[in-house]
């Protein structure tokens, strides 16, 4: 299926894009490419291919899920301006 240039004007259009006249031939032939690029992969045969979560079918690492840093939140609520029951107390905003 190759797009012509009324076709891709009616595209910008609908699109809402702003293609001027030097652009519009580089745009239909990168369009008409990508069309052929799908074209080309759709007729490959892939009945017989089973679908893949990765290509190399990998399972991947998981790092061990330790503590990385120590807890400050003692430190960081004793500087804050109002806590109550280890919660930071803020103005209301809504009434």
């Known amino acids: 299926m190759a797009l012509e240039r009324s076709d891709v004007e009616k595209i910008a259009h609908l699109a809402r894009l702003g293609l001027d006249e030097a652009e519009l031939p580089r745009t239909t032939e990168t369009l008409n490419s990508i069309l052929g690029l799908v074209d080309a992969m759709q007729a490959v045969d892939t009945q017989d291919v089973e679908p893949l979560a990765h290509p190399l079918e990998a399972t991947q690492r998981l790092r ?7 807890n400050h939140r003692d430190a960081y609520q004793a500087i804050a301006p109002a806590v109550e029951s280890g919660l930071y107390l ?3 905003v809504i009434e």
Do not use: F, H, N, R
Request: charged share 40%; glycine share 0%.
């Open 64 to 70: 061990a899920d330790l503590v990385a840093e120590e």
């Open 90 to 92: 803020v103005p209301k």
